[in-house]
C-alpha cells in the first residue's frame, strides 16, 4: 500500500491515483448494532465496511467484487447466493 496519510492527490494522475484502492486509507469497519446480530449473544461481533466512504461511492465500481468472486471458484461449496 502506498503511504498517503493526508489522503491528498495531487498532480497529472491524481484523479486516477484517487480511484485506486493502493493508494486511499482503508475504509472503515463499524461493528453492526445488537438487533441486526443474531449471534451476539454467543459472543460473535459483525462488522460491516463503510462503503460510503468509498471515492466512487459505488460498490460495483471495487475489483474483485463478490458475483464475480463467487461465480469463478472451482471447489465444491454449494452455498446458497
Do not use: C
Not at 500500500?1 to 482503508?26: A, C, W
Request: net charge negative; no cysteine.
Amino acid at each position: 500500500m502506498m503511504e498517503n496519510p493526508l489522503n491528498v492527490y495531487k498532480g497529472g494522475d491524481s484523479v486516477q491515483r484517487y480511484f485506486d484502492p493502493d493508494s486511499s486509507p482503508p475504509l472503515p469497519l463499524v461493528e453492526i448494532p445488537a438487533v441486526l446480530n443474531p449471534y451476539k449473544e454467543d459472543g460473535v461481533r459483525i462488522y460491516a465496511k463503510m462503503m460510503s466512504t468509498h471515492p466512487a461511492n459505488n460498490v460495483k465500481s471495487m475489483p474483485g467484487t463478490a458475483p464475480t468472486a463467487l461465480t469463478s471458484r472451482n471447489d465444491t461449496d454449494k452455498t446458497q447466493l
